[in-house]
């Protein structure tokens, strides 16, 4: 039996539209996620073979293989979650107190998460998280799905960078896409998470 599986999507792709195309978010949902939840399955598949034979020498790239696809799963089963055809505007509440204080203000955030978003070489994400060990909020620039990850936090809001992301509606304008992006952010999901996180860490 497979350990992870492809979410269903809350509302239809063409609801993103006209900031995210339906077909962007078709193929991302359809074929990219799901090759990342196939790539965790077999991952796993293959380390028990490799347990079971004593074959060693396979786990650095078996690990690897884990984290990449698994953090894939994970951080596209949140981007989903994050977006909504209702969403847009700022948060509010707790999350928005967290935020003037450790950003200075909502603009000056915004501002940050998009420069590191629009920034990553390459291949990765921009992410808000919950950072358990210092109570506080920290905006992290991901390469990949997991490499630069600062190790306890807990993802909030993240915002995909990869080209597949946008280059089909957006071309080499990776800007304009994290800027279209805001008008689609839930920040009540957001304010779930920040919620849930900060009372498992306390
Ligand atoms: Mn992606």
Same mark, same amino acid.
């Given at each position: 039996?497979?350990?992870? +599986?492809?979410?269903?999507l809350s509302y239809d792709p063409a609801d993103l539209e006209p900031h995210l195309s339906a077909r962007v978010v078709e193929l991302h949902h359809d074929?990219?996620?799901?090759?990342?939840?196939?790539?965790?399955?077999?991952?796993?598949?293959?380390? *028990?073979?490799?347990?079971?034979?004593?074959?060693?020498?396979?786990?650095?790239?078996?690990?690897?293989?884990?984290? /990449?696809?698994?953090?894939?799963?994970? =951080?596209?089963?949140?981007y989903w979650?994050?977006l909504s055809p209702d969403g847009g505007?700022?948060?509010?509440?707790?999350?928005?107190?967290?935020?003037?204080?450790? /950003?200075?203000?909502?603009?000056?955030?915004?501002?940050?998460?998009?420069?590191? +978003?629009?920034?990553?070489?390459?291949?990765?994400?921009?992410?808000?998280?919950?950072?358990?060990?210092?109570?506080?909020?920290?905006?992290?620039? =991901? !390469?990949?799905?997991?490499?630069?990850?600062?190790? !306890?936090?807990?993802?909030? =809001?993240?915002? *995909? !960078?990869?080209?597949?992301a946008y280059y089909l509606q957006y071309?080499?304008l990776?800007?304009d896409y994290v800027t279209a992006v805001w008008n689609l952010i839930d920040?009540?999901?957001?304010?779930?998470?920040?919620?849930?996180?900060?009372?498992?860490?306390?």
């Open positions: 039996m497979s350990a992870y +599986t492809l979410p269903d074929k990219h996620h799901a090759a990342y939840v196939n790539g965790a399955n077999t991952a796993l598949d293959q380390l *028990d073979d490799a347990r079971r034979n004593r074959r060693w020498a396979d786990l650095p790239g078996l690990e690897r293989s884990l984290a /990449f696809n698994l953090g894939g799963h994970v =951080l596209h089963s949140m979650t994050n505007g700022e948060p509010t509440g707790a999350l928005r107190g967290a935020i003037d204080d450790t /950003f200075e203000g909502f603009a000056s955030f915004r501002d940050l998460f998009t420069n590191v +978003t629009v920034s990553v070489q390459g291949s990765g994400w921009g992410i808000l998280g919950w950072e358990p060990l210092g109570q506080r909020l920290v905006v992290q620039q =991901l !390469a990949t799905h997991h490499d630069n990850h600062l190790l !306890a936090t807990v993802p909030l =809001l993240a915002i *995909d !960078a990869w080209e597949h071309q080499n990776r800007a920040w009540r999901d957001v304010s779930r998470r920040f919620e849930r996180a900060r009372s498992v860490a306390a």
